[in-house]
């Protein structure tokens, strides 16, 4: 596949940093963690990735602002571009030592999202995207499983934790979602479920309490690989809601209405 320059500089962040990522996993037990909040651990690989991160996009286009996990929001002197970032979702994850994690960049530009960037290092695996140009997974063609209905289908979703308010209505959607599906899964990455999404290793997903650095390259992923998202309104607000149901156009509208209905009414 052919990549555009700025999808290349996004890339060589995303494996510069995932680098780093693996070099510390390895080293997991060594780790110093420190407590941002319930729940909510940040480490010095999560850090050092994104001063990489954040070193090389600034290098190749010095005036893009950003929206970083860590850092929070830097002003650039192009308005018109911003990074957003996550140098590592699936912290816990990987302080376990459990494999499922990511680098995920995306480029917005005028408040949309062009280009996206999801790496998993220990898989080796990168997913990319960019708008009208289709989403790949280290090179190969990536298109939304075509499933037509949910007694079919694999679903993944997130489950609120220590320190996440929702826990009733969550409830009530697993519940309700349960009914419907052949399975539920569960990774610990937003990037990634999305990006399972577009590749059709998941038929679907829904998570609500995300930021947007969580969801912003996913969603295009999912986007370019023939996928439907909108947040739990159906509308496009997922970057400020924090809000993402993604399936295929079917299947998307079915869980959207899923797990919408009111416990009551099974």
Excluded at 53 to 61: P, Q, Y
Excluded at 248 to 256: F, G, K, S, T, V
């Amino acid at each position: 596949m052919a990549r555009s320059a700025l999808l290349n500089v996004m890339v060589q962040a995303a494996m510069k940093a995932g680098r780093s990522l693996s070099r510390d996993f390895g080293e997991v037990q060594n780790l110093q963690v420190s407590m941002k909040g319930p729940g909510d651990y940040v480490s010095q690989a999560d850090r050092k990735a994104e001063e990489i991160v954040f070193a090389e996009l600034s290098k190749a286009r010095p005036g893009y602002a950003f929206l970083m996990e860590e850092r929070g929001a830097v002003e650039g002197e192009d308005a018109q571009h911003r990074w957003i970032v996550d140098p590592l979702d699936g912290t816990t994850n990987f302080l376990h030592g459990i494999p499922i994690f990511s680098v995920s960049i995306a480029l917005e530009r005028q408040g949309q999202i062009v280009a996206g960037v999801v790496y998993n290092p220990a898989m080796d695996e990168l997913y990319t995207a960019e708008r009208g140009g289709g989403a790949f997974m280290n090179d190969r063609r990536l298109r939304v499983a075509g499933r037509s209905k949910l007694t079919d289908t694999v679903i993944g979703c997130g489950v609120p934790h220590l320190g996440r308010g929702q826990h009733g209505n969550f409830l009530i959607e697993l519940r309700n979602v349960m009914a419907e599906v052949s399975g539920v899964r569960r990774l610990g990455s937003a990037a990634l479920d999305l990006a399972y999404v577009a590749a059709g290793r998941m038929d679907g997903f829904w998570e609500t309490g995300l930021s947007s650095w969580d969801i912003a390259a996913g969603i295009l992923l999912v986007r370019e690989a023939g996928g439907f998202v909108s947040d739990m309104d159906g509308g496009q607000g997922m970057l400020d809601s924090g809000e993402v149901v993604a399936g295929n156009e079917l299947i998307q509208r079915a869980l959207l209405k899923t797990v919408k209905k009111p416990l009551s009414s099974r």
